[in-house]
């Protein structure tokens, strides 16, 4: 009968469990990472839409000053 290394089988689960951890960090990580894109665009374009409405409330502005300095 062979006797059972418990040192061997102790760093080899050790290590499949280290490999384990290893890639659920890796995988947090690459997952964060497309978060933080994901949000950066949606900051991008929601900077391009507020200054699409700013440019538009401030022509409509000059407009109705237009409108109201002809109705003088």
Do not use: C, H, P, Y
């Amino acid at each position: 009968m062979k006797q059972i290394q418990w040192f061997r089988v102790f760093v080899e689960g050790a290590v499949i469990v280290g490999s384990i951890l290893l890639a659920f960090g890796i995988d947090a990580w690459w997952q964060e990472r497309g978060e933080r894109a994901a949000e950066m665009r949606l900051l991008s374009s929601l900077a391009e839409e507020l200054q699409e409405n700013q440019d538009r409330l401030e022509e409509n502005a000059r407009f109705s000053a237009e409108i109201e300095a002809a109705a003088v």
